[in-house]
T-cell receptor
């Protein structure tokens, strides 16, 4: 199994809603990542979890809250988002933070209305 | 910080060769990656270079010169399905080994 699975694939939410994005991998990878990607732009790093601990937070607003319940799961909790937060949210994992290869999930396309 | 530059767009003909250049500046270089991304899909890993030289993988090759802060991705025998964005990304150990992407090069393969 070399997959990173993200759910849901699409999400539409209002600015007052609370929702969560989920990411799962069963490759035994110990580093997991959240990226945000706007149309025709490269992925931008949001968070890195290394051995289930948050190791990098790229000054992301607190309306995005990551959580790593165990080594296979990574969540991104969303609250009070703005329309400009609409984007493709990509989860990735690698063997460890120095890992040569990061596997990406298919992403969650988020629309904030 | 990091500065990663690559051309915005390239066009090539089916069966031809295209070379996508990437230049970077980083304080703790720890590897350069190339990813392919089709529109609306996730990036897929193509290659990894951490030492100088050429890495070949089928129709795709990637070259690195650390002293010049330069890499290229070479796509040979282009096929229509190679039309995609190609992302150069650099890992920086001075920044916790985070992977930072360049802006991507959109390659259009014409018949």
């Amino acid at each position: 199994d070399t997959e990173v699975t993200q759910t849901p694939k699409h999400l539409v939410m209002g600015m007052t809603n609370k929702k969560s994005l989920k990411c799962e991998q069963h490759m035994g990878h110990r580093a997991m990542y959240w990226y945000k990607q706007k149309a025709k732009k490269p992925p931008e790093l949001m968070f890195v979890y290394s051995y289930e601990k948050l190791s990098i937070n790229e000054s992301v607003p607190s309306r995005f809250s990551p959580e790593c319940p165990n080594s296979s799961l990574l969540n991104l909790h969303l609250h009070a988002l703005q329309p400009e937060d609409s984007a493709l949210y990509l989860c990735a994992s690698s063997q460890d933070p120095t890992g040569a290869e990061a596997f990406f999930g298919q992403g969650t396309r988020l629309t904030v209305v | 910080g990091q500065n990663i530059d690559q051309p915005t767009e390239m066009t090539a003909t089916e069966g031809a060769i295209v070379q996508i250049n990437c230049t970077y500046q980083t304080s703790g270089f720890n590897g350069l990656f190339w990813y392919q991304q089709h529109a609306g899909e996730a990036p897929t890993f193509l290659s990894y270079n951490v030492l100088d030289g050429l890495e070949e993988k089928g129709r795709f090759s990637s070259f690195l010169s650390r002293s010049k802060g330069y890499s290229y991705l070479l796509l040979k025998e282009l096929q229509m399905k190679d039309s995609a964005s190609y992302l150069c990304a650099v890992k920086d150990k001075a920044a916790g080994n985070k992977l930072t992407f360049g802006g991507g090069t959109r390659v259009l393969v014409k018949p």
